[in-house]
T-cell receptor
Framework: GQNIDQPTEMTATEGAIVQINCTYQTSGFNGLFWYQQHAGEAPTFLSY????GLEEKGRFSSFLSRSKGYSYLLLKELQMKDSASYLC??????????FGTGTRLKVLA | DVKVTQSSRYLVKRTGEKVFLECVQDMDHENMFWYRQDPGLGLRLIYF???????EKGDIPEGYSVSREKKERFSLILESASTNQTSMYLCASSSRDRPEAFFGQGTRLTVV
């Protein structure tokens, strides 16, 4: 079967660092994606990993370990506007994407 | 910037009605998708299309059909709307050359 797991909710303080984990079991692998979704809005693309290692993009970084079926999204210098849901998704090697249920992040002042 | 536009932001329909949700993308993407998003269930794929007139069932196609007569447009059809189809519907598109999908703003459909 195809399965993607991520925590349901996380809370962190403004200015802090937070790590959102994602584990996956899929029939194939052709890349892992992170999306940000604010309440009532469309998901927006944050990052893409297809090889092991860390990809850094400003305050956001994403890590992948294919052998462990594991990824994390690291958010630094948290801001109030980072309060959103973060979706982990995998392309199993076909045209389509499989999504986790999302992690709702609440940033507190 | 890629733009994926869905025809309606909010829709209210009656049980048994035929419902059309339209999606248009302006980046000449080959692939287009329809997802529904429900609390606690995440995004679930209904149908996708990898070329004009081509379509494949996703994970939850029952009660839905799709049409892709032109490359830029992908329509989702609810043949006879039911209350369990009340949901947020998200259209997305992607290119064969770039891995990420781009989403429309979503249509919140309520079936009463």
């Amino acid at each position: 079967g195809q399965n993607i797991d991520q925590p349901t909710e996380m809370t962190a303080t403004e200015g802090a660092i937070v790590q959102i984990n994602c584990t996956y079991q899929t029939s194939g692998f052709n890349g892992l994606f992170w999306y940000q979704q604010h309440a009532g809005e469309a998901p927006t693309f944050l990052s893409y990993n297809v090889l092991d290692g860390l990809e850094e993009k400003g305050r956001f970084s994403s890590f992948l370990s294919r052998s462990k079926g594991y990824s994390y999204l690291l958010l630094k210098e948290l801001q109030m506007k980072d309060s959103a849901s973060y979706l982990c998704a995998v392309n199993p090697g076909t045209y389509k994407y499989i999504f986790g249920t999302g992690t709702r992040l609440k940033v507190l002042a | 910037d890629v733009k994926v536009t869905q025809s309606s932001r909010y829709l209210v329909k009656r049980t048994g009605e035929k419902v059309f949700l339209e999606c248009v993308q302006d980046m000449d993407h080959e692939n287009m998708f329809w997802y529904r998003q429900d609390p606690g269930l995440g995004l679930r794929l209904i149908y996708f299309s990898y070329d004009v007139k081509m379509k494949e069932k996703g994970d939850i196609p029952e009660g839905y059909s799709v049409s892709r007569e032109k490359k830029e447009r992908f329509s989702l059809i609810l043949e006879s709307a039911s209350t369990n189809q009340t949901s947020m519907y998200l259209c997305a598109s992607s290119s064969r050359d770039r891995p990420e999908a781009f989403f429309g703003q979503g249509t919140r459909l309520t079936v009463v």
